[in-house]
């Protein structure tokens, strides 16, 4: 007799033991883009996950990959363990992989041809080292069901321009052409401000002892010739 299992049995693993990246730069890569696009999307509906698998038909825990960042519109927002598309009813919109010569014919052929079979509407290619990309960035936008080349670096479900910025991708709003801070440099920004408040707040403290001895001088002068208005 053949054993059935039930669907509540099935076990979809959260991590198979493997590395997240080849290397440091391509971790930071990863992290960095995660951070940014977290910053960026915070309090809409959507989330933004890095290194977890994505399991793709019910049933069949095999089926699955593990994008380095994936954004996902319309669903709740936070992490997950893993994310099931059949229970969140939502695929990816955009996906990025920190791609290398060792991880190329698995990027550039199986997993663009399942993120193009799936409906997943970009899907970039960012090689930190650019060693196989002389660009470093390269992106497919899904037309229809195929993907086609990107050619202005732009990406449409997020409305950000893209930038090879060293071996980092820079994020730019197109609605004011601001870059989305990564975390160093929003550390930067935040200390550049603490340290204005702090002048302003001495200058007004200077102002205000300023205010003071004129009001301590005036006083005195009251003391000695009357009022000015008698």
Same mark, same amino acid.
């Given at each position: 007799?053949?054993?059935?299992? +039930?669907?509540?049995?099935?076990? #979809?693993?959260?991590?198979? $033991?493997?590395?997240? +990246?080849?290397? &440091?730069?391509?971790? #930071?890569?990863?992290?960095?883009?995660?951070?940014?696009?977290?910053?960026?999307?915070? $309090? @809409?509906? $959507?989330?933004?996950? +890095?290194?977890?698998?994505? &399991?793709?038909?019910?049933?069949?825990?095999?089926?699955?990959?593990? /994008?380095?960042?994936?954004?996902?519109?319309?669903?709740?927002?936070?992490?997950?363990?893993? #994310?099931?598309?059949?229970?969140?009813?939502?695929?990816?919109?955009?996906?990025?992989?920190?791609?290398?010569?060792?991880?190329?014919?698995?990027?550039?052929e199986f997993?663009?041809?399942? &993120?193009?079979?799936l409906g997943?509407?970009?899907?970039?290619?960012?090689?930190?080292?650019?060693?196989?990309? /002389?660009?470093?960035?390269?992106? &497919?936008?899904?037309?229809?069901?195929?993907?086609?080349?990107?050619?202005?670096?732009?990406?449409? /479900?997020?409305?950000?321009?893209?930038?090879?910025? $060293?071996?980092?991708?820079?994020?730019?709003?197109?609605?004011?052409?601001?870059?989305?801070?990564? /975390?160093?440099?929003?550390?930067?920004?935040?200390?550049?401000?603490?340290?204005?408040?702090?002048?302003?707040?001495?200058?007004? @403290?200077?102002?205000?002892?300023?205010?003071?001895?004129?009001?301590?001088?005036?006083?005195?002068?009251?003391? @000695?010739?009357?009022?000015?208005?008698?």
């Amino acid at each position: 007799m053949l054993e059935t299992v +039930a669907k509540t049995d099935i076990i #979809y693993p959260s991590s198979d $033991g493997e590395p997240v +990246a080849e290397t &440091y730069i391509h971790l #930071y890569a990863i992290l960095t883009t995660l951070e940014v696009l977290k910053q960026y999307l915070s $309090g @809409q509906q $959507g989330t933004v996950l +890095a290194n977890q698998f994505m &399991y793709y038909s019910q049933g069949l825990p095999r089926m699955r990959v593990a /994008p380095d960042v994936m954004v996902i519109f319309n669903v709740e927002p936070g992490g997950r363990d893993n #994310y099931k598309i059949w229970e969140e009813k939502e695929v990816p919109q955009v996906i990025f992989e920190m791609t290398s010569p060792g991880t190329k014919n698995q990027d550039q052929e199986f997993k663009k041809t399942l &993120y193009e079979q799936l409906g997943v509407k970009e899907y970039w290619l960012f090689d930190p080292k650019g060693e196989w990309i /002389p660009e470093q960035l390269k992106g &497919y936008r899904l037309r229809n069901t195929v993907y086609e080349v990107i050619e202005d670096n732009r990406s449409e /479900p997020l409305q950000l321009q893209l930038k090879v910025e $060293g071996q980092l991708i820079g994020f730019y709003r197109e609605d004011t052409g601001k870059k989305l801070l990564i /975390p160093e440099e929003l550390a930067t920004a935040l200390q550049e401000k603490e340290t204005e408040l702090q002048e302003k707040e001495t200058e007004l @403290q200077q102002e205000k002892q300023k205010l003071s001895e004129m009001e301590a001088m005036l006083e005195k002068y009251r003391q @000695q010739f009357g009022d000015l208005s008698e």
